[in-house]
């Protein structure tokens, strides 16, 4: 529902891989998508995920597909805040973590910040203090709550925000890819991402 719900196209898979790894695998088809999502929400807490990003086919450096970590509240977007934790970005094929809120006349989201600022997301850029995602495992870490938020590679600030447009409100934890034919990372054949755990702690 996850997939659908954003025009992808659902004939990715979610199965249960060696370790406890739960893997999600596109088919290389435009818009594969494969998504995971809580079954509550979160609005003041500490999330970490174990995540392997794979290579996108050709190029050994580059992160495969429009991999993302991130909350939202699907029946109140964008009113409710939409968390970006880590997206491997198209067009640029760079990692970045944003937020969106609100609507303007067009009900669109008129309020956005985020790391990168390169035509695809049209916020307030963010200062970031690490570089950019590669190929392999990662440990992402997404602080959330009512004002601030707070997002770390590898246990490394990216980047945070203090604004009163961070809601706070209760949102669901996604972990979704997707192949973008628009990016320069769209890995045409079936590549697999794959979750480690992820933790929850309260925020206060």
Do not use: M
């Not at 480690?196 to 309260?202: A, E, F, N, P, R």
């Amino acid at each position: 529902s996850t997939c659908t719900g954003h025009n992808w196209a659902a004939d990715g898979t979610v199965t249960a891989g060696p370790g406890g790894n739960q893997l999600l695998t596109t088919t290389g088809h435009d818009d594969s998508c494969a998504a995971l999502a809580s079954p509550g929400t979160v609005s003041s807490a500490v999330i970490q995920a174990e995540i392997y990003f794979p290579a996108c086919p050709g190029k050994p450096g580059v992160i495969a597909n429009w991999d993302a970590l991130w909350l939202a509240d699907a029946a109140e977007w964008p009113e409710a805040g939409e968390l970006d934790g880590v997206e491997t970005q198209p067009p640029s094929g760079v990692n970045a973590a944003s937020w969106h809120s609100g609507t303007d006349k067009h009900g669109t989201p008129s309020y956005n910040v985020s790391t990168v600022n390169d035509g695809w997301f049209h916020g307030t850029p963010l200062p970031t203090s690490t570089r950019n995602l590669t190929p392999g495992w990662h440990t992402v870490d997404i602080v959330y709550t009512k004002g601030f938020f707070a997002v770390y590679y590898d246990g490394k600030l990216y980047t945070r925000y203090t604004s009163s447009n961070i809601t706070g409100d209760p949102l669901t934890i996604y972990l979704t890819t997707d192949v973008d034919p628009h990016s320069v990372n769209d890995a045409t054949s079936p590549v697999t991402i794959k979750v480690q755990y992820l933790k929850i702690w309260s925020y206060k």
